[in-house]
């Protein structure tokens, strides 16, 4: 079975998967859509859950919405055909920020993510609470991805 990792224009991804940060982790799903050969737009969401009680994070500083952009360069890079490399940009509830990524397929339909994303600009530049700073720093996530 040949494995494509990203296809281009039609192509359609969903992840679900664990997000790991400072002070808490969480769970998040993404969708991906092919514009063209190497690049896609989609939009992910995730909710931290294991938070510590100190912290008195509430829903709004547990959620987190993204709208993002992907540079699908698997194929720019030439490599295996059952991996991608995804860089991009992402605009979210709380930030303006980038992230890079890397999926690989076991079949033409399952693979696995992996994810880091950081804030460039955040949208309070005040000093932050421990609280306010869940989805709005470094996160690592990783999981299930499927074609569909």
Request: proline share 1%.
């Amino acid at each position: 079975m040949n494995a494509q990792a990203f296809d281009g224009k039609g192509d359609s991804k969903f992840q679900v998967g664990a997000s790991f940060q400072d002070n808490g982790t969480g769970i998040t799903a993404t969708y991906d859509y092919g514009l063209g050969e190497n690049f896609s737009i989609g939009v992910s969401t995730g909710y931290v859950l294991g938070v510590e009680e100190a912290i008195d994070a509430d829903f709004g500083d547990r959620i987190n919405v993204v709208a993002r952009f992907n540079a699908n360069i698997g194929s720019v890079l030439n490599i295996d055909d059952a991996v991608d490399i995804y860089p991009g940009l992402n605009l979210s509830l709380k930030q303006f920020g980038g992230h890079i990524g890397g999926r690989y397929f076991f079949s033409d339909g399952f693979g696995i993510f992996t994810e880091f994303s950081v804030p460039f600009a955040k949208y309070n530049n005040d000093i932050l609470s421990d609280a306010e700073l869940l989805n709005n720093q470094f996160v690592f996530g990783l999981g299930a991805v499927f074609n569909l």
